[in-house]
């Protein structure tokens, strides 16, 4: 009996536990959907915040006549006259062989791109490349409207340009957010018209800040790397965050097939909106300069060279007739400060020179053979052409084993005299004095260390060579354990430091 009551006991728990599980389901209750936040399921509301301010551009240049064949009188074409058609021979006898023959018109330049308008009253960002050589160009709005304009103002060295329109009433535009408050991981959107497919939206995240591409010596890069699609026809369009601001303007992408492999790049908003207001105001872009090339240390060389810690930037070479040049600088020079601002790297640099005052002197902190030194040097504006030619494109020659070569077998490399035809040969000076690379042994620590063959050494551990010999009696003295400095130049890239290191397999 108790069994019985047992039994029952239990199939009425379990009834009423079906109960209260399957009751929802019978009567079409389904379980509280999980809480999703917006931004997860769409982009709908940030992108009918942007779409009706971003613009497609197309470029037009009218044809270009080629230039007049130089007449020719007397002559017939100077093919055989039984390969000549009866009336062709007709035609060149009616006209005694005096014919102008014109090259047909090259076809005009017409391109297309993307845009962002910034300003109600018509004021349109996009990139240089896209109406770079343009003589018209062609603004369509979302709505359909369309607007030519002349008024083009460019900044090659940035790639950026922006494009007036004169419109009635206001338009719809973006506001430009800090791009200094992006961070790896947040979530963007590009907008443009790829492949001329206007108002395409794609989504992605910031893959990295700060991008330098060194797509001009003149001007740093500040790209802003993304995984939201970017294709041609994308450029000039915003790249925005989920605010809806521009933090970015869509340039270029890195491709090997020229299509989209989840690489793209944009302008940081914070150096476009210099460039912006530059561009309103005076139609160009005003930027300083000093006039040399630099590269950055490491810790090596900055120890040896007397600068504290890894920070600061190697003069390697000066431009003549600059303002770095004017100032005393010279190559080999550190330079670790900058009106008091530190300087850590070449960006850091490049960023201080190119927005201080113009005409006025600041103060260079340098160290100058281990000394701290401070020169004035007065800042001045750019030349048009600056960035883009080379302090010394002399290619380098291979230079052949000299006879009196001398063997510095510490190092694995052999040297020769700098004699002044051998200097001419190279690129240096006529009278350049020091040891030129001829020989760099593969396994020996030079060639570990960077040294190749075509370099003149200048000093060994901050001590002048005058000659091959020179060079070997100031190593034997020097110990590869601790690090030789060698002070070396290149016809290509000025001076620099190397501090070469024994390496297991080198000899010492």
Do not use: C
Not at 106 to 113: A, I
Request: hydrophobic share 40%.
């Amino acid at each position: 009996m108790k069994r019985w009551t047992l039994m029952f006991v239990l199939l009425l728990v379990g009834g009423l536990a079906g109960v209260f599980i399957a009751g929802p389901l019978l009567h079409g209750q389904a379980n509280a959907p999980l809480a999703v936040p917006k931004e997860m399921t769409s982009y709908r509301a940030v992108v009918k915040m942007v779409l009706h301010a971003v613009v497609s551009v197309e470029v037009r240049s009218k044809p270009v006549k080629a230039k007049q064949q130089p007449r020719q009188r007397g002559r017939r074409p100077n093919v055989d006259d039984a390969q000549v058609p009866e009336e062709f021979r007709k035609f060149f006898d009616q006209f005694g062989g005096d014919m102008q023959f014109e090259m047909p018109e090259q076809m005009p330049h017409n391109g297309m791109g993307s845009g962002v308008i910034i300003d109600p009253k018509g004021v349109i960002l996009t990139n240089n490349h896209v109406v770079d050589g343009a003589d018209v160009v062609e603004v369509k709005l979302q709505d359909g409207r369309k607007f030519r304009s002349k008024e083009v103002f460019t900044d090659p060295k940035s790639d950026l340009a922006i494009v007036k329109i004169d419109v009635k009433g206001t338009l719809p535009y973006l506001e430009f957010g800090d791009s200094d408050t992006m961070e790896i991981g947040d979530r963007v959107l590009a907008v443009g018209a790829p492949f001329g497919l206007t108002g395409s939206v794609t989504a992605g995240i910031i893959s990295a800040k700060a991008r330098d591409l060194h797509t001009n010596v003149a001007v740093p890069d500040d790209f802003l790397q993304t995984d939201a699609a970017i294709n041609p026809g994308n450029s000039g369009g915003p790249l925005i965050n989920l605010e809806g601001k521009v933090v970015g303007i869509n340039t270029l992408i890195k491709s090997q097939s020229g299509g989209f492999q989840g690489v793209g790049m944009a302008i940081a908003s914070n150096l476009a909106k210099n460039v912006v207001s530059q561009l309103e105001k005076d139609g160009k872009v005003h930027r300083g300069y000093i006039g040399v090339q630099i590269k950055t240390l490491d810790a090596d060389v900055a120890s040896r060279l007397g600068v504290q810690g890894d920070k600061g930037v190697l003069v390697s070479s000066i431009m003549p007739s600059t303002p770095g040049a004017k100032a005393g600088l010279q190559d080999g020079d550190v330079i670790t400060a900058i009106n008091g601002n530190a300087v850590g790297d070449s960006r850091d640099l490049q960023k201080v020179v190119l927005s201080a005052p113009l005409g006025k002197p600041v103060d260079l902190n340098i160290v100058r053979d281990g000394q701290p030194r401070t020169l004035k040097v007065t800042i001045e504006e750019q030349p048009a052409d600056y960035g883009t030619v080379r302090v010394n494109n002399t290619p380098r020659k291979q230079q052949p084993k000299e006879p009196d070569a001398v063997s510095l077998d510490k190092m694995g490399v052999e040297v020769t005299d700098v004699t002044p035809q051998i200097a001419q040969q190279l690129g240096f000076k006529k009278d350049q004095k020091g040891a030129i690379v001829t020989e760099v042994d593969p396994d020996g620590a030079a060639y570990e260390a960077g040294v190749r063959r075509g370099m003149l050494i200048t000093k060994v551990d901050k001590k002048a060579v005058a000659s091959a010999d020179g060079a070997k009696d100031l190593l034997n003295k020097a110990s590869l354990d601790k690090g030789v400095l060698l002070q070396v130049q290149t016809a290509q890239g000025g001076t620099n430091f190397i501090v070469v290191k024994a390496v297991a397999g080198a000899a010492k």
